[in-house]
């Protein structure tokens, strides 16, 4: 009952003013009630325990204290639970929580120290739909009880067996009386049921219950009805109810009640009745005939207390008068709206301000028509109210905003508004006309009140200033002329560390040496001129020692007669501002880099197109025995590897899209050696322990030497004084344990590469979240978190694993498995371009400005059966495609090209020939390039410089797939 009043005072009611008295006396009606249960609690021969969900001692009564071994102000606070042996007290805590869980009473028996108690819990819920908050407890001593049954049970086997010695002639007699007797049993037992049942429920119920006889005697009632009305059971026993719990005033109304429950009917109703002190109490009442056979032989009288309800009834009559009163008088206009965004109320100011009616403005919707005609003016405000509503306005919080309305009369107010939710969603809003504000104001200037008018304007604005001041995010400094600190504001403590206690009166030590002279000449221009300063960006100390870069606005001020009074400080910590202008920065410049090295690639691909063709076609008249063929091979493939470092500057500047090929791990790894060797600092020795005969995997070069690379320059952090990196490779057999932890792993041959530093390595919590992206323990500036994240992102996109295992000052190895590529998997690398890549017979369009990568395409496409003809343009190759469309089978495009373009051109054949079939290539590898072709209907894509044989093979794959 304390906890629901709790829950009353502290609801929307409290809030209303007027309260404090009726609060006072419902407190010290609390403070009685409490104290008359505890009476009644410790003057029962019952253990009664009152806990919480986790088993904790909220209240005992002191036969409980007594059987737990302790006082109640000892146990109040403990768990009850390990008051117990340790045998018992796991199966009391199950019933306990499973009380707590599904919020039903639970029952049950049990012997201690030579007695049995019957123990039942009683879940009480917080609030109507809440969950269990607590559970009262209370056990009873039943071993009387239990000592009778068990001697009726003796003596019932006496009697069985004394009826089995009697004679054989008794026997048929003796069988008809024991069945007779087991009826009977059975009667009683289930008689005995269903009265532990009844007695069970009107012992243990939170309602005050007595049964009558019909005579309106007492015969029973239970604890709950003992400690409503005070009467202990034996002075109730034998007297008529009516005369106890009633006074003369309502006697014979009780009486009427009662007289109707034993003439057979049901009621329920509301009244007064009085407790043994004489304190009247309001009860809600139930009135429950008992009939058997027809005849109602008693009844049963069940009691509410609804003193609190009708005390918080009137309470909230009281506050909707108040309300009313306060509502219908007040000097500002007030709306009520519903959560669905209708009004409820207007009053009678709200009309005189704006002189619509609730008739005029049903809705929201109206209001926003109505009193803001303007479009765009509208748009504003509902943006605005939209905004304040996103931001979940807390009940009570007050929102004030200010805004022009047009009133029904067609003039425009200024009204301040204030928005206040309520419960359940609904919105007060006050409205104040400040439109003659200004006029007032500057009449007032004029009259002979102008000072003292002033001096409370200025009052009120210093108050305003003082808030502004206050949940100002900027730091905020008060200086007098003398440079003494008059304030600072909460902003400022939190940035630089020091309170207005600490420097009222004094100067403030947080001006860096290098930063005085500047500050100085500000300071200066702005004591003595009165020059204000906007954005000076320096930087300050923090009492901690740390530096913070600030952009200072600063400006003097002076008193009401004009004279300079002082001086106003704000900082604003552009630290966060700073790092991201540097990585704004740092973007722009790798933007610039990668659209440099596009313009570039292109170029560039389109000389290595036409060495790497020319020398694939000498390749082909070339027998390998051939003195040339060696020299040309060599060529070729220094022209694939300079395509690659076009690829890796295109991978700087922008992602390209992944190709996986047959890799020899090994040689990676020497490629990237050789280039830490020319990176690294000197004092970090590199080593390598690289496998002979490493098997094959199926990867991409450039990608693993970005994970190579970016092992290597952690490896180089982790040894800022030096140490040695090494790099390790191994063919190994990885069992069903390895792929058990690693999900998508299959057990096989695999090949290791482990890359091992002797730094300062990492303890467990960092271990944990090295993958995680914009993790990083490197100093603000140092490291984007990002480096070991697209490690792991390019390591599981080739099937591979990843293990690191590290220890504080004991360095760091990698493990990463590659899997290995079956040898049936692995192509002929030698195998001769015509046993590979069949030919064909129709007619190609080859469009590019290269001559030299038109002949090269020509040479091989006629060498295996194609027909061809050329264009230098896009131009040239409109006019070619619409003269020849039926004759022309497939195109080759050229993306870079002057005039009109690949992509211009590519649109315009599609509009000739919406079936037109088209590959485009390009020295741009990126994956958007290649998308942007083919949703543009291109057949294919193929990137420069690309080897022969694909090029033949992407051919026939681009005829092939629509013929």
Wanted: aromatic share 6%.
């Amino acid at each position: 009952m304390d906890r629901e009043i709790h829950r009353k005072e502290n609801g929307c009611f409290s809030s209303l003013e007027g309260q404090d008295l009726q609060g006072g006396r419902l407190e010290e009606e609390l403070r009685r009630s409490r104290e008359t249960a505890e009476s009644l609690l410790n003057a029962s021969w019952d253990r009664a325990l009152l806990l919480d969900a986790e088993g904790r001692i909220l209240g005992l009564n002191r036969t409980a204290a007594e059987a737990l071994g302790g006082s109640v102000d000892e146990l109040v606070g403990k768990n009850a639970f390990d008051l117990f042996p340790p045998e018992i007290a796991a199966d009391r805590r199950a019933l306990h929580e499973e009380a707590v869980r599904t919020g039903r009473s639970l029952c049950y028996e049990d012997r201690r120290d030579g007695h049995w108690l019957e123990t039942r819990l009683q879940p009480i819920r917080a609030g109507e739909r809440g969950g269990v908050s607590e559970v009262a407890v209370f056990s009873r001593d039943v071993t009387e009880y239990k000592e009778a049954q068990e001697a009726l049970r003796r003596n019932r086997d006496y009697l069985d067996d004394n009826v089995a010695e009697r004679t054989a002639e008794l026997s048929r007699a003796n069988k008809a009386l024991r069945l007779e007797i087991a009826e009977r049993r059975e009667i009683e037992e289930r008689l005995r049921l269903q009265k532990a049942w009844l007695e069970s429920l009107v012992h243990y119920s939170s309602f005050g219950i007595v049964t009558l006889d019909r005579d309106c005697i007492v015969v029973s009632c239970n604890e709950s009805f003992v400690r409503l009305f005070g009467f202990g059971e034996e002075e109730l026993l034998g007297f008529r109810i009516d005369d106890l719990i009633t006074c003369e005033r309502c006697r014979k109304e009780a009486q009427a009640l009662t007289a109707e429950a034993l003439e057979g009917n049901l009621f329920q109703c509301t009244a007064e009745r009085h407790r043994k002190d004489g304190s009247s109490l309001d009860v809600e009442i139930f009135g429950v005939p008992v009939i058997v056979d027809g005849q109602v032989i008693g009844g049963y009288g069940v009691y509410r207390e609804i003193s609190d309800l009708k005390a918080a009834e009137e309470a909230l009559r009281e506050s909707e008068e108040l309300f009313r009163i306060f509502a219908e008088d007040a000097p500002f206009g007030m709306s009520i709206m519903n959560a669905d965004m209708t009004f409820e109320y207007f009053n009678p100011k709200f009309t005189e301000i704006f002189g619509y009616t609730l008739e005029d403005l049903p809705d929201k919707a109206t209001w926003f028509r109505e009193a803001y005609p303007e479009p765009k003016y509208q748009e504003m405000v509902q943006a605005i109210w939209t905004r304040d509503s996103l931001e979940e306005m807390k009940m009570g919080e007050v929102k004030p905003r200010i805004f022009t309305v047009r009133c029904k009369d067609g003039r425009d107010k200024t009204i301040h508004f204030r928005a206040v939710i309520l419960k359940g969603q609904r919105q007060l809003m006050t409205y104040e006309d400040i439109t003659a504000r200004a006029r007032v104001q500057e009449a007032l200037r004029q009259s002979e009140e102008r000072y003292r008018k002033l001096y409370e304007e200025a009052t009120r604005r210093e108050e305003l200033y003082r808030s502004l001041l206050q949940s100002s995010p900027d730091a905020v400094i008060i200086y007098d002329l003398e440079g003494t600190v008059q304030y600072v504001s909460p902003a400022f403590s939190r940035l630089f560390g020091w309170t207005l206690d600490e420097l009222a009166g004094k100067r403030i030590p947080f001006v860096p040496e290098s930063e005085r002279e500047r500050t100085m000449e500000l300071i200066r221009a702005l004591h003595d001129d009165g020059t204000p300063c906007s954005g000076f960006e320096t930087l300050r100390s923090t009492k901690s020692g740390n530096l913070v870069q600030v952009s200072v606005s600063a400006s003097r001020y002076d008193d009401h007669q004009g004279n300079p009074a002082g001086m106003l400080v704000m900082l604003r910590d552009i630290s966060g501002r700073k790092e991201l202008e540097a990585q704004l920065s740092q973007a722009h410049k790798m933007e610039a880099i990668g659209t440099l090295a596009g313009g570039i690639a292109h170029d560039f691909n389109n000389i290595l197109q036409a060495i790497s063709g020319y020398t694939q076609l000498l390749l082909m008249k070339k027998n390998e025995d051939h003195p040339d063929h060696a020299k040309l091979a060599a060529i070729d493939r220094s022209a694939r590897r300079a395509g690659e470092l076009t690829e890796r500057l295109l991978i700087f500047g922008r992602k390209v899209e992944s190709r996986l090929r047959p890799v020899d791990l090994n040689h990676e790894v020497q490629q990237v050696v050789m280039l830490l060797e020319r990176t690294i600092p000197k004092m970090i020795h590199i080593q390598t322990d690289l496998a002979d005969g490493l098997r094959i995997i199926n990867g991409d070069p450039v990608q693993l030497e970005q994970v190579a690379m970016n092992m290597a320059v952690n490896a180089r952090d982790a040894m800022p004084d030096g140490g040695t990196l090494t790099f390790r490779t191994r063919n190994i057999l990885l069992g069903e344990e390895h792929c058990r932890l690693h999900p998508g792993a299959d057990a096989g041959q695999y090949v290791l590469l482990e890359v091992m530093d002797t730094g300062h390595g990492m303890d467990p919590m960092v271990l944990d979240h090295i993958y995680e992206p914009f993790f990083t323990t490197k100093a603000t500036g140092k490291g984007t978190g990002l480096g070991l994240a697209m490690v792991y992102g390019i390591v599981k996109s080739h099937g591979a694993t990843i293990n690191c295992t590290s220890r504080r000052g004991a360095g760091t190895t990698f493990r990463i498995c590659f899997p290995v590529l079956s040898m049936d998997d692995v192509p002929d690398l030698e195998e001769a371009l015509q046993e590979t890549t069949p030919g064909g017979r129709e007619r190609i369009l080859l469009v590019d400005d290269e001559e030299s990568i038109l002949e090269i395409a020509c040479d091989i496409l006629e060498r295996y059966g194609y027909r061809t003809v050329t264009a230098g343009s896009g131009e040239d190759a409109l006019k070619i495609y619409d003269a020849e469309e039926e004759g022309i089978d497939l195109v080759i495009l050229d993306l870079n090209m002057p005039g009109m373009g690949g992509s211009k051109c590519l649109r315009a054949l599609r509009e000739i020939n919406p079936a037109a079939r088209v590959v485009v290539a390009t020295g741009h590898t990126s994956k958007d390039r290649a998308g942007e072709a083919l949703s543009q209907g291109a057949a294919r894509f193929i990137p420069k410089p690309y080897r022969l044989k694909d090029l033949l093979r992407t051919v026939r794959e681009a005829l092939d797939e629509v013929g």
